[in-house]
T-cell receptor
Framework: GAVVSQHPSWVICKSGTSVKIECRSL??????MFWYRQFPKQSLMLMAT?????????EQGVEKDKFLINHASLTLSTLTVTSAHPEDSSFYIC????????????FGEGSWLTVV | RKEVEQDPGPFNVPEGATVAFNCTYS??????FFWYRQDCRKEPKLLMS???SGNEDGRFTAQLNRASQYISLLIRDSKLSDSATYLC??????????FGAGTRLFVKA
């Protein structure tokens, strides 16, 4: 079964609206989760590192005011795409792992966002 | 230079062929290494971890060369179902994880 669950799998929204994507770790407590974006036929791009109880760490070029990340509990991180535009349409994936170099990275099922 | 580099391919091979992918990493402090498989429009899934001594799982063999800072994945007797993108993943301790851009494989009948 899934170790990391992501919801929703698919979402279509209108330009200017906000969309929230949830990422839950099911079998372990994740103090740190990661959010990625992947455009068609391109590689995963790390957007931000979500830290439980503190502010997220954003990668260079990622607007923190546009991509709001909240990690309020040890099992849930949320990504909110605010004022969505068509160019935000993409595949968004979260991941989590236990601390330690050898621990497997588990991915959520991903969320397809289409902004119309 | 990217921290993790892979040949993007695509590799087009017939069923039954043997195919090898290489991946190089730049951070000598990297501690653990993985190969992930990503199918179209799906999330990446762990294929296998890569150990210093090399490891094998059925038709898949992974090797690590720390001195040269590269890892490899060998697929023997390719199946149609092996068609996917293969991602090289490197962790440098703690949580820092770097993904390669992926190598696309197409196995044809």
């Amino acid at each position: 079964g899934a170790v990391v669950s992501q919801h929703p799998s698919w979402v279509i929204c209108k330009s200017g609206t906000s969309v929230k994507i949830e990422c839950r770790s099911l079998d372990f407590q994740a103090t740190t989760m990661f959010w990625y974006r992947q455009f068609p036929k391109q590689s995963l791009m790390l957007m931000a590192t979500s830290n439980e109880g503190s502010k997220a760490t954003y990668e260079q070029g990622v607007e923190k005011d546009k991509f709001l990340i909240n990690h309020a509990s040890l099992t849930l991180s949320t990504l909110t795409v605010t004022s969505a535009h068509p160019e935000d349409s993409s595949f968004y994936i979260c991941s989590a792992s236990l601390a330690g170099a050898g621990n497997t990275i588990y991915f959520g099922e991903g969320s397809w966002l289409t902004v119309v | 230079r990217k921290e993790v580099e892979q040949d993007p391919g695509p590799f087009n091979v017939p069923e039954g062929a043997t195919v090898a992918f290489n991946c190089t990493y730049s951070n000598s402090a990297s501690q653990s290494f993985f190969w992930y498989r990503q199918d179209c429009r799906k999330e990446p899934k762990l294929l296998m971890s890569v150990y210093s001594s090399g490891n094998e799982d059925g038709r898949f063999t992974a090797q690590l060369n720390r001195a040269s800072q590269y890892i490899s994945l060998l697929i023997r007797d390719s199946k149609l179902s092996d068609s996917a993108t293969y991602l090289c993943v490197v962790k440098t301790g703690g949580f820092k994880t770097i993904f390669g851009a992926g190598t696309r494989l197409f196995v044809k009948a």
